[in-house]
């Protein structure tokens, strides 16, 4: 087990194109987070997931947003007509429901030129 | 508005000090307790967590919570080089909510 993978690490777009994110936890955790992270700022939380139920969603989240976990192993986050404003590292995390703290991913660098 | 207060820093410390790093919160119904270490460029990494009022030690490190003051910090002691990371306090509400809200972080610095 090699921690939580995220694809890809680093993703450059034009703005209005979409783009989607991939998350690989920890294989016998059933919870998967995500989070965006700006320079100079801490992890915000997005939504998350217990197996492939979405439990929880932040209103950062907003309708431009998306996020998928069908068979409760990987995750996916869909960013629709991206803004500059998105620019962000998308991290993942992973736990085992219960546990404190969970385990990050090195995230996805996302840039919107 | 969940809120988690920080000083940025930098916070500069001799190497072979303790370092102490604090954290305010503001939802009296925050439950749990974290700190992560971040290096540049990398993803946070938990170091600590803590729930109830008190001290908890974990090697070098000490987590102190006083929820009635709505505090929490953490204390490194024989400050090393390598701990020269940014500090993230993280705190969960209870009641089935599951995300944290992180602070800014704080950069220490160790000095050699």
């Known amino acids: 087990d090699t921690g939580v993978s995220q694809d890809p690490r680093h993703k450059i777009t034009k703005r209005g194109q979409n783009v989607t994110f991939r998350c690989d936890p920890i294989?016998?955790?059933?919870?998967l987070y995500w989070y965006r992270q700006t320079l100079g700022q801490g992890p915000e939380f997005l939504t998350y997931f217990q197996n492939e139920a979405q439990l929880e969603k932040s209103r950062l989240l907003s309708d431009r947003f998306s996020a998928e976990r069908p068979k409760g192993s990987f995750s996916t986050l869909e960013i629709q007509r991206t803004e500059q404003g998105d620019s962000a590292m998308y991290l993942c995390?992973?736990?085992?429901?219960?546990?404190?703290?969970?385990?990050f991913g090195s995230g996805t660098r996302l840039t919107v030129v | 508005q969940k809120e988690v207060e920080q000083n940025s820093g930098p916070l500069s410390v001799p190497e072979g000090a303790i370092a102490s790093l604090n954290c305010t919160y503001s939802d009296r119904g925050s439950q749990s307790f974290f700190w992560y270490r971040q290096y540049s460029g990398k993803s946070p990494e938990l170091i600590m967590f803590i729930y109830s009022n008190g001290d908890k030690e974990d090697g070098r490190f000490t987590a102190q919570l006083n929820k009635a003051s709505q505090y929490v910090s953490l204390l490194i002691r024989d400050s090393q080089p390598s701990d020269s990371a940014t500090y993230l306090c993280?705190?969960?509400?209870?009641?089935?909510?599951?995300?944290?809200?992180f602070g800014k972080g704080t950069h220490l610095i160790i000095q050699p």
């Open positions: 294989s016998e955790h059933n919870r």
């Open positions: 993280a705190v969960k509400l209870g009641g089935g909510a599951d995300g944290l809200t």
């Open positions: 995390a992973s736990s085992l429901a219960g546990a404190y703290g969970y385990t």
